[in-house]
């Protein structure tokens, strides 16, 4: 059963880098001006309506914007903006944030 779980896990693994593989950071830094206008210069919002996406995996950010493509994730704004985008534009731009710094958690003193 243990090995069956890590047979599993492995191709888990190798799918989510197959899924959102292939993107090109320096690439994503130019093709992020629109991005820039909610999601701020370096991925990190300045208004709480719009989400931080600076440092999120890679995988999550292409397959949020493939589903704002298909329309399966609902989003007016989000939907008209990737309207334009191929799909190496968003494994372009998956990559880009995803090599930026997000947030840092505080460790908190304990009691």
Known sequence: MKRLILILLVQVVFAASAIAGGGNAAAGKEKSQTCV?????????????????AGQYEDYLYVALTDYKSGSRNNPIMSGIVAALNEQDMK?????????????????PSK
Request: net charge negative; glycine share 8%; charged share 15%.
């Open 37 to 53: 206008a909610c999601h701020g210069e370096a991925g990190m919002s300045a208004v709480a309506t719009f989400p931080n996406i």
């Open 92 to 108: 372009d731009l998956a990559a880009y944030y995803a090599s930026l710094d997000g947030l840092e958690t505080l460790d908190l």
